[in-house]
């Protein structure tokens, strides 16, 4: 299982931090990411991570402003700096499985809502 939480509201410029736990199975042989989806709009990607914190990617959008990181154990964290009202949306994470040569999500989480007001 994926559990993700510490989403909440905060004003542009602001920062959060959500996070994320997996338990119940080994996910040692998938990247962790996370995906966002605002109201109306297509799931996208965000970011993602080996759990020895390397393989890191991000979209566009949120390079320089977002970190992605892990503990290497059981835990996902997106530090979110900077905040604008465009990364309001519900945010999820997700085991990403290498398939025919690219990396997919295997496993959601349940998602954590962040807004952001002006």
């Known amino acids: 299982q994926l559990q993700a939480y510490g989403g909440g509201l905060v004003q542009a410029g602001g920062s959060l931090r959500p996070s994320c736990t997996a338990s119940?199975?080994?996910?040692?042989?998938?990247?962790m990411g996370w995906f966002r989806q605002a109201p109306g709009k297509e799931r996208e990607f965000v970011a993602r991570?080996?759990?020895?914190?390397?393989?890191a990617a991000y979209a566009n959008p949120v390079k320089g402003r977002f970190t992605i990181s892990t503990d290497n154990a059981n835990k996902v964290y997106l530090q979110m700096d900077n905040l604008k009202p465009e990364d309001t949306a519900v945010y999820f994470c997700a085991a990403l499985g290498l398939l025919d040569g690219d990396w997919r999500p295997a496993y959601w989480g349940q998602g954590t809502q962040v807004t952001v007001s002006s």
């Open positions: 991570i080996a759990w020895n914190g390397g393989s």
């Open positions: 119940g199975r080994t996910f040692g042989f998938y990247l």
